[in-house]
């Protein structure tokens, strides 16, 4: 088939080299006018580290990456409101910190056309009729036989699935992200979070190698109402780093190296849902099928498995449309699962409902200790968790 990708971030790269693989004349239009990541870091779940095994790219995942075996959160007195090990899972169970830089080269390497991507092509409609792509400068691309949408949580595209977009919103709050250089880091293979009610929650993970730099590299995060994310600025940063230091005082060393706002990322995140995620020929992956609140780290690690489970359905059915189905089916349950938690527990760590912080830190503890409990939050922690499907 010819297929046309939109986007060259994770879920694109990913089918890319899918169906490249499978014999299929892709095209990859991305409207950066140079190739390259966008983001800090990560933490690389089990099941989409199972993607880059099957993409042989796994040890070498391993390699750039740093491993991440356990996650605490804690009040600013010490009191633990989330504490996981992956081993409790099962035995040899562990995610992985990676920075985006890293994963990108990675994904990169593997990929036979990454040399013929076309890069400075905004494309922003999908002609359904004659099945083709039309740019912003009125360009026309295509016919394609499939169209993959992967441009991500904001997407230009994702109305052209259309009658399928169930919720579009975005969410009151979001953060501000960047990598520092801690080489003596206590906690490489914990990733540490700190709340203050809430209207604070302050990161840091480990995430192993930075293409292009030396030393080890951790993902610092700090929550912030969406109006002050958008108006991030050099007095914000000084503020941020006062509050960040008064509640996690280890960090002030680390902070110091921080004096511009224009040294962190800024991110808002989205609430989408899709009844189904395709329309006719096009078909949309990763972020901009299913964009959520990061609360649950499975932003990266879905996008991996969309591009699989789309790649495996088309491998297995001749025809597009019941591949489409098939891929539908296939990832309904696991979507629709992390959609409803992130839904339900990003307001317990980011929202103006203080009063949800005390009983939050009071329960989210002994709760976590419950046999039946603790299996559910670390099949949520590991990617691999999922509702019941209604027949």
């Known amino acids: ?22 014999g299929h004349e892709v095209t990859v239009f991305e409207k950066s006018p140079v190739l390259g990541p966008v983001g800090a870091g990560f933490l690389l779940q089990p099941t989409g580290l199972a993607v880059l095994d099957r993409l042989a790219l796994a040890e070498k995942a391993l390699a750039l990456g740093q491993r991440i075996d356990e996650l605490h959160g804690t009040t600013p007195s010490g009191r633990a409101v989330m504490a996981m090990r992956y081993a409790d899972r099962r035995p040899g169970c562990f995610g992985l910190g990676m920075t985006r830089g890293a994963l990108f080269e990675l994904l990169r390497s593997a990929d036979a056309g990454a040399t013929t991507v076309r890069t400075g092509i905004r494309i922003v409609a999908h002609d359904e009729a004659t099945s083709s792509l039309h740019d912003e400068e009125g360009h026309v691309h295509g016919p394609f036989d499939l169209v ?71 993902t610092f995060f700090f929550s912030l109402p969406g109006d002050r994310v958008e108006c991030f600025d050099d007095a914000a940063l000084d503020d941020m780093k006062r509050e960040a230091v008064a509640l996690w005082p280890e960090l002030a060393p680390h902070l110091a190296s921080l004096e511009r706002a224009d040294q962190l990322h800024k991110a808002r995140y989205r609430d989408v849902v899709l009844r189904r995620p395709h329309h006719g020929h096009l078909v949309v992956i990763g972020d901009a099928a299913h964009a959520m609140s990061p609360q649950l780290g499975q932003g990266v690690n879905m996008a991996l498995l969309d591009a699989e489970a789309l790649a495996d359905a088309l491998a297995a059915h001749d025809d597009i449309d019941k591949a489409l189905g098939a891929y539908r089916r296939g990832r309904h349950a696991h979507v629709r699962t992390y959609q409803f938690m992130s839904r339900w527990l990003t307001p317990l760590f980011q929202s103006d409902h203080a009063w949800l912080g005390p009983g939050r830190d009071a329960l989210f503890g002994p709760m976590g200790r419950l046999p039946g409990v603790r299996g559910t939050m670390l099949g949520i922690l590991s990617g691999e968790a999922r509702l019941r499907r209604k027949h």
């Open 148 to 218: 993959v949408v992967a441009d991500g949580a904001h997407s230009v595209l994702r109305p052209h699935c259309k009658g399928q977009v169930r919720r579009e919103s975005l969410y009151p709050w979001g953060a501000v992200w960047c990598l520092l250089r801690v080489d003596d880091w206590h906690a490489h293979e914990h990733l540490l979070q700190r709340y203050a009610g809430t209207r604070t929650m302050i990161g840091m993970l480990p995430v192993g190698t930075r293409p292009g730099h030396e030393g080890r590299w951790v």
């Open 1 to 22: 088939m010819r297929v046309g990708i939109v986007g060259y971030g994770t879920a694109g790269q990913a089918a890319a080299i899918l169906l490249g693989r499978q």
